[in-house]
């Protein structure tokens, strides 16, 4: 049988971080600034920067909420067999940006209709592994009856696959020194690059974040 795997439609952000993990401040001092003139662009250049790490690492660091929609995989064979083929195999979510251990799924739900969505149960639906790296949620059987409670499996290579939406949140904690320290120095070097080629442009190296953990196929 061919396999078959979910694929990620979108991740936003629904509510940023409170704060940065590292502060004007740092920056300042990192660069051996004290005129005030740069202020303003230095605090964007924080943000640019640690959004840049997280989206390299997929980590969050500072908490905060994160919400993405999967497509399910079509049966690759049979309509019905190779659903139930796939559950517990294929039907595991990744969550992006993930934090072992600091992962909080707030809600999962499955597409009953056209954007019509179910929100499913803890335990009773989907199961989530907080402590894999990256986090991951998988799916009971029980979830597709929600999409297809009067038969409608045996339609699943039809017109769409339903889709599965996972809101959570990730971070290291809600405050600055809650972040481990070489992300918040990749943090200052990358604040560093960007301050030094801003008539330039571009991204900074990926140098700038060698010997730091992360899941970079995320």
């Known amino acids: 049988m061919r396999s078959a795997t979910s694929s990620m439609q979108s991740l936003i952000t629904t509510a940023q971080p409170s704060s940065e993990p590292v502060s004007l401040t740092d920056v300042k001092n990192w660069l051996r600034i004290s005129w005030t003139d740069d202020d303003f662009m230095l605090s964007m250049l ?41 559950l517990g195999m294929e039907l595991t979510f990744w969550l992006p940006r993930s934090v072992p251990g600091g992962v909080s799924v707030t809600t999962a739900e499955i597409e009953k209709d056209l954007d019509v969505w179910q929100l499913m149960n803890l335990t009773t639906d989907y199961v989530v592994d907080s402590d894999n790296d990256p986090v991951r949620v998988w799916l009971r059987a029980s979830a597709i009856s929600y999409w297809a409670p009067t038969g409608a499996l045996i339609n699943f290579m039809g017109v769409y696959a339903p889709r599965v939406r996972i809101t959570w949140q990730a971070g290291y904690g809600t405050v600055e020194s809650a972040v481990p320290a070489g992300y918040r120095r990749a943090i200052l070097n990358a604040v560093s690059y960007l301050y030094e080629n801003r008539d330039a442009g571009g991204m900074p190296p990926d140098s700038l974040l060698a010997g730091l953990d992360g899941v970079r196929n995320i």
């Open 46 to 86: 924080i943000t640019d920067a640690r959004q840049w790490v997280e989206s390299r690492l997929s980590r969050a660091l500072i908490t905060q909420t994160l919400q993405g929609v999967w497509y399910l995989p079509k049966s690759p064979e049979s309509k019905l067999r190779g659903l139930y083929a796939q």
